[in-house]
């Protein structure tokens, strides 16, 4: 009787630890009795200690918190941001070398007065750039991406040919210092609106303390290494252009692989073109990884003499063009225009040349917007088709415009 209320009396708990309730895993049972007590552990003291560490550098209830496309995008990021911090501390010893760090001749207030113009510089074109691109960032952030890289590349190439032009060595760190300051503003926009995309369940500020423990340690691993490989090239300044070239290209090419990996979500102008292209002509919708692998991630530059980029129906439209800054013509083929849009929609649009400006009423929704731009491509597409662009458009939009946005959804 005695051993059948000790059973009763029993208690078992068990720990379980997953990412969701249908990928659990038994981590510990806890037995305990009038007369004793266990806890005994599943799994090795490794696996446990190791889950410990990589909790500080993945997002609470990876994988399934976050999106696919995180893990690639991850690695080729830390890749990347390794080859910047070994290259950092080569173009830092250059720089420090030119400004007289070490040399009898130097003097305090002359370096402190080089470091300040640089500095200075940095700061007014961080504003400045901000102002010109700010809200621009977000919705091409696979092309910023790559850019604010490039620019920094580019500042970094400046600091290591200063000591190679005395005369012209404060010009030359300033510009550099201003094309990494492109590098801060584009970087930290473009790094925020991926966090938004890699979070499932609303751990953006994980995902994002998280992002700054994996550059903290590359940025440790970096700097050993650069200060490593700058010990043994001091003195050999061929050897340290062709490791700093090396890694540049590798740095670039790291960069490129990472934006690929991106498979956003969201609808920007070139994206909607891609989306609303392929529906005119197949009538089907493409998936988001159809998307992302047909859109450009190089600077709009590098594209723009392209006959691919010839085709892009958004560099056609112009969104949100102010009434102030249209000619009498163009004024009144906009208002002899009006007439064919029903009053429930919030837009008008005007051809000009293949190019399509969209007036938005002070009144319009992001829904309103979103369907003005969308037929403001169908227009564009109908441009070298048909000469009835207005008629033409409409009738396509009647008939279409729902149905494409509903499969889209």
Same mark, same amino acid.
């Given at each position: 009787m005695g051993k059948e209320e000790e059973l009763s009396s029993t208690i078992v708990v068990e720990e379980w630890s997953g990412s969701s309730s249908t990928k659990l895993s038994k981590t510990a049972i806890l037995t305990a009795t009038p007369t004793s007590f266990s806890l005994h552990r599943s799994g090795s003291r490794f696996n446990e200690v190791w889950r410990r560490i990589l909790s500080a550098f993945v997002p609470e209830g990876f994988p399934s918190s976050v999106t696919p496309d995180y893990v690639p995008?991850?690695?080729?990021?830390?890749?990347?941001?390794?080859?910047?911090? $070994?290259?950092?501390?080569?173009?830092?010893?250059? #720089?420090?070398? /030119? $400004?007289?760090?070490?040399?009898? !001749? /130097?003097?305090?207030?002359?370096?402190?007065?080089?470091?300040?113009?640089?500095?200075?510089?940095g700061m007014l074109g961080g504003i400045l750039f901000t102002f010109y691109q700010g809200s621009n960032l977000d919705s091409n952030a696979k092309m910023w991406r790559l850019v604010a890289d490039l620019m920094n590349d580019i500042g970094m190439l400046m600091d290591l040919v200063s000591p190679l032009f005395p005369?012209?060595?404060?010009? $030359?760190?300033c510009l550099g210092s201003l094309s990494r300051s492109f590098t801060g503003v584009a970087s930290g926009a473009t790094r925020a609106a991926l966090t938004q995309h890699f979070s499932l369940q609303n751990n953006a500020a994980d995902i994002s303390a998280k992002e700054g423990s994996q550059e903290t340690m590359a940025t440790m691993i970096g700097m050993v290494f650069g200060m490593l490989?700058?010990?043994?090239?001091?003195?050999? @300044?061929?050897? $340290?252009w062709i490791c700093f070239l090396s890694l540049t290209m590798f740095h670039m090419y790291a960069n490129y692989r990472a934006v690929r990996c991106l498979c956003l979500t969201t609808v920007n102008s070139e994206r909607a073109s891609i989306l609303l292209q392929h529906?005119?002509?197949?009538?089907?919708?493409?998936? @988001?990884?159809?998307?992302s692998h047909m859109e450009h991630v190089l600077p709009v530059?590098?594209?723009?003499?392209? #006959?691919? /980029?010839?085709?892009?129906?958004?560099?056609?439209?112009?969104?949100?063009?102010?009434?102030?800054? #249209?000619?009498?013509?163009?004024?009144?083929?906009?208002?002899? !225009?009006?007439?064919?849009?029903?009053?429930?929609?919030?837009?008008l649009l005007l051809d000009k040349k293949g190019i399509i400006s969209i007036v938005i009423d002070k009144h319009s929704t992001a829904a309103d917007i979103l369907q003005s731009f969308m037929h403001a491509l169908v227009m564009a597409n109908l441009v070298d088709k048909s000469s009835q662009l207005h008629a033409e458009s409409h009738l396509w939009m009647d008939k279409h415009y729902k149905v494409f946005i509903a499969k889209e959804i």
């Open positions: 995008f991850q690695i080729w990021d830390t890749l990347q941001g390794l080859s910047t911090y $070994i290259r950092t501390m080569l173009s830092t010893q250059a #720089l420090l070398g /030119a $400004i007289g760090v070490g040399e009898k !001749s /130097a003097t305090v207030i002359g370096a402190t007065f080089q470091w300040f113009l640089r500095d200075f510089t005369s012209a060595f404060v010009v $030359i760190v490989l700058a010990h043994i090239t001091m003195g050999h @300044p061929l050897v $340290i529906f005119m002509e197949t009538d089907q919708v493409l998936s @988001p990884q159809q998307v530059w590098t594209s723009s003499w392209s #006959l691919e /980029a010839a085709k892009s129906l958004h560099k056609r439209v112009h969104l949100g063009v102010r009434v102030s800054s #249209l000619d009498r013509s163009e004024m009144r083929n906009l208002l002899g !225009s009006a007439n064919s849009y029903r009053k429930e929609v919030k837009y």
